[in-house]
């Protein structure tokens, strides 16, 4: 098949997009598919050596918004007519990037159309006003949204407290244009049953059109080699710190709970680049048994998985779970929220599920498995079993073009709006 993906934004330190993108068009062209990638920056990974990428530029203005007023390079360019909406678009306090990627992605689309054509058009959780136009092409257009912005928005409204704040999570969020949008696809990929609800529900999709395609992960990778030691009583977290559906306030008061012994390692920028955090811990008097890493490479966050006692992962929500996904690959048993799809990545028989916002139960379940070495053991090995059997990256690859050949095939049935 020849399959185009669309994402407006590519590197993995992005966001879970540019994860899903690297992969999964790796996968495809690996199954033998010919694949091609529209994308905004930050730009992906090198993606040459089996796709063909086409950049789609923009001023990145919302990640300069606190720090310039105008971008410190070419800042005539803001005269072009998409640089200027997004520059006015950021000012009010939009996030412009998903409408216009959408829109500078249909140009380049419709120019490679001219040259060749596409059997699918796959868009990775932009649902901008543009893939309206697309769907004009008359080629199947399916997209993948991991979980609504509504859930990122509620939770947003749950903790503002001024009127700015909630002018800021009013305007920011696209909810209204990413629900007309997604109604109108094809068909609709996420990776949970729980995503699938949400999403039929908060965007009044029929869950007949929505494919449940777990993501997947890099199993040879993420892999223990062992030639790391385990630290005694150290647990890890890894994620952004500063985000409310990640959970790590939970996660430091649990710490408070739990003997003295036990460390916590976060894979994050530390303070003052997070606060969140740091503040927390200040208030428990836990900081010196907290330390941040930093960002790391592929190799480095291995190495993490590796020699930790066990991941936490006390999410409020997610939509899938990459972290304890990773950790299990690597024979790391998991303590986790049952928040979202946790539930559907942390069996029973590779870790532990508590209710999410309770840092009493989950330093009783970290404290269980601490305690409990054998046990540990057991659920590392199984974790590793299962995210070879269900979450490989060839496995994902391999289910999602079982959806491109769905949509193909029911390309002549009027989608309901």
Avoid at 23 to 29: M, V
Avoid at 138 to 143: A, D, F, M, W
Avoid at 390 to 400: E, G, K, L, Y
Wanted: net charge positive.
């Amino acid at each position: 098949m020849r399959v185009c993906l669309l994402g407006y934004r590519g590197n993995p330190y992005a966001g879970g997009q540019g994860i899903y993108l690297y992969h999964l068009t790796r996968s495809l062209a690996a199954l033998g598919h010919e694949v091609e990638v529209i994308v905004g920056p930050p730009y992906p990974l090198p993606l040459e050596r089996w796709a063909r990428v086409h950049r789609v530029p923009n001023l990145n203005l919302w990640g300069v918004y606190r720090r310039a007023w105008l971008p410190a390079e070419r800042p005539l360019s803001l005269f072009q007519p998409w640089h200027l909406f997004d520059f006015a678009a950021t000012r009010l306090r939009f996030f412009p990037e998903p409408l216009s990627f959408s829109f500078r992605a249909l140009g380049v689309l419709a120019g490679l159309l001219r040259r060749r054509g596409f059997d699918v058009l796959h868009d990775v959780q932009t649902l901008g006003y543009g893939m309206l136009a697309i769907r004009a092409f008359g080629i199947p257009l399916l997209t993948t949204v991991h979980h609504p912005l509504t859930v990122d928005r509620r939770e947003a409204f749950a903790r503002n407290r001024t009127f700015e704040e909630l002018y800021h999570t009013a305007v920011f969020y696209p909810v209204a244009m990413q629900g007309r949008v997604i109604r109108r696809v094809d068909r609709v990929i996420t990776a949970s049953e729980a995503g699938r609800d949400l999403i039929a529900r908060d965007f009044r999709v029929p869950p007949g059109r929505i494919s449940v395609v777990p993501n997947g992960l890099d199993t040879e990778r993420y892999r223990n080699p062992g030639r790391w030691r385990r630290a005694a009583s150290t647990l890890l977290f890894v994620g952004n710190s500063d985000d409310y559906k990640k959970g790590a306030v939970y996660l430091v008061r649990a710490l408070a709970a739990l003997p003295e012994s036990v460390l916590l390692r976060i894979v994050d920028e530390p303070y003052p680049l997070k606060q969140r955090v740091w503040h927390e811990a200040e208030r428990l008097g836990v900081t010196s048994r907290i330390a941040f890493t930093g960002r790391l490479d592929e190799e480095g966050l291995r190495e993490e998985y590796c020699r930790a006692t066990l991941l936490v992962q006390p999410s409020v929500y997610e939509g899938f779970g990459l972290p304890a996904a990773e950790a299990l690959a690597c024979q790391t048993p998991v303590v986790a929220t049952a928040a979202g799809a946790v539930g559907e990545v942390v069996t029973p028989d590779c870790g532990l599920l508590v209710p999410p916002q309770d840092p009493s139960a989950l330093a009783t379940a970290i404290q269980a498995l601490l305690d409990d070495p054998a046990r540990r053991e057991r659920l590392g090995a199984a974790g590793r079993e299962r995210m070879v059997r269900f979450h490989s990256w060839p496995v994902c690859a391999a289910n999602t073009v079982a959806v491109y050949r769905q949509a193909l095939a029911r390309r002549s049935t009027p989608v309901a709006a």
